[in-house]
């Protein structure tokens, strides 16, 4: 070891997936780079468990707590996908418990956690940016598959509506649950009980939910707003009919004269969403037409648009497939985040061309100030002609 080094206590992290892979070649690499960077390894974590299904938390925890209480300083792992692979934003998390109990994380594979510490924060931030996007995609996905079972007549999975259980994509009665189901549109629609009274009285008559639990007020407003209950579900799949058109519309009529009931909504903000065309400058929109026929236009493709409105002209930008261009977005982000000076020479030119941007509208603006400037002095003009009688008033 290098004596001329400050010497610091160090654990590792080694991990493999399963029980007939060995953990030496990590403990020989690692052992290696603590002597390299002067640590002394004093706590070895070895464990023989895939990091997806996050069944390494106990030892992380008592990874956690081992820094805390000050027996060693750093943790060395083969790489960050040895520590989680739950996702971006599962890993974001424990390197911020890493960063609370005081602990430094050193990666044998991303050296760049510590030679760029200046900009690790921005970084990580944009990780977590494109996990987010990778959920909203997930999303997609998951949606793509659902909006295919349903056109085939089948329940798409989840929980089915209250009332209802799942056989083989078929939904069946429940036949206890529905005489609930009908107890509540009577109260809510002849009795006209509102859904807290009806939460109380449900429970008074010992009434229960699912799983033996009370009827909470949202569940009974889900119940108040299911169309399932007419014969069929808002996807499509049929269903046994519980409540009849006559009792629904009585329940309708009286959430008409609840306003606040409405639910609130919601917007999905895309990547590339408001950036400006390439061809004539005009805002990126997305025309969310399905999961899988999502694409991105130009607004200045539209007779209605600004573009059109000063040309005469509309924009010749062709629409593009949301997924491919988001596709070959990510895969551009996931290179960069890969070798980080590569990362930080294109912002620092996105920066650059910014700024040249900035000046060239501070040199299109500047005459149209001074313009303003000299209708304002002649407005001061004629308004002192007008005071001193030299213009006649309105």
Known sequence: MNASKTESRAALWLCVSTGEQSLDPQESALRALAEEQGHCVVTV???????????????????LKDGKDGHFTHVLVWSLDRLDRQGVLSTLKKLEQLDDAGINLVSYQERWLDQLSSVRGLLISVIAWVAQWESERRSERVKARKDDLSGRG???????PYGYTNEEGVLVK???EARNVELIYSMYADQAMGQRRIEDELWRRGFKGRKGRRFHKNS??????????????????????????????????????NRHLRPAKSKTVWPLQG????????RISVDSGGSRRRTYYCRGRQKDSGYHMRTGKTCTAPRLSANDIEDR??????TAMRSPETFITTLDAAISRLEAQEQELATDIGPLIEEIEELNRQLIEIDRARTKGRIPSA
């Open 154 to 160: 089948l329940w798409p999975g989840g929980k089915p």
């Open 329 to 334: 977005l990510l895969s551009e982000l996931t």
């Open 275 to 282: 950036m400006k065309c390439g061809v004539c400058g005009s």
């Open 174 to 176: 429940v036949d206890e």
């Open 220 to 257: 009974i407003h889900r119940i108040l707003n299911d169309p399932t209950y007419l014969g069929e579900h808002p996807n499509g799949v049929k269903a046994p009919i519980i409540v009849d058109k006559e009792m629904k519309s009585g329940v309708e009529a009286r959430m008409r004269e």
């Open 45 to 63: 974590y070895g464990i023989k468990r895939s990091a997806w299904s996050g069944s390494q938390d106990d030892e992380f925890v008592q990874l």
